[in-house]
């Protein structure tokens, strides 16, 4: 059975991957909550939360980015063809 010290569970707890995904659920409850109350605030909700999930594709499209210059370098230009009768 793996131990994890305290210090390892804190670092994991905030790092700066976790900090968005709690943040952007945070705001989305926000947003949620708010439907009913004034404007102005459930809308920063919902712009914040936005924000946060553009920043979470992001992060998750970092990971593959190899599948993605493949894609660009030879699925586009594959799919134009085809496309076009070519």
Same mark, same amino acid.
């Given at each position: 059975?793996?131990?994890?010290?305290?210090?390892?569970? =804190?670092?994991?707890? +905030?790092?700066?991957?976790?900090?968005?995904?709690?943040? !952007?659920?945070?705001? %989305?409850?926000?947003?949620? *909550?708010?439907?009913?109350?004034?404007?102005?605030?459930?809308?920063?909700?919902? =712009?914040?939360?936005? +924000?946060?999930?553009?920043?979470?594709?992001?992060?998750? !499209?970092?990971?593959? %980015?190899?599948?993605?210059? *493949?894609?660009?370098?030879?699925?586009?230009?594959?799919?134009?063809?085809?496309?076009?009768?070519?």
């Amino acid at each position: 059975m793996l131990r994890f010290s305290l210090a390892q569970k =804190w670092k994991y707890l +905030f790092s700066f991957y976790n900090v968005i995904v709690w943040s !952007l659920m945070a705001t %989305t409850v926000g947003f949620i *909550a708010t439907m009913e109350k004034d404007c102005v605030v459930h809308w920063r909700f919902g =712009w914040i939360a936005m +924000f946060l999930a553009w920043i979470n594709f992001i992060m998750y !499209l970092r990971r593959y %980015t190899l599948h993605a210059v *493949a894609w660009l370098v030879i699925g586009q230009p594959v799919g134009a063809g085809l496309a076009y009768g070519l």
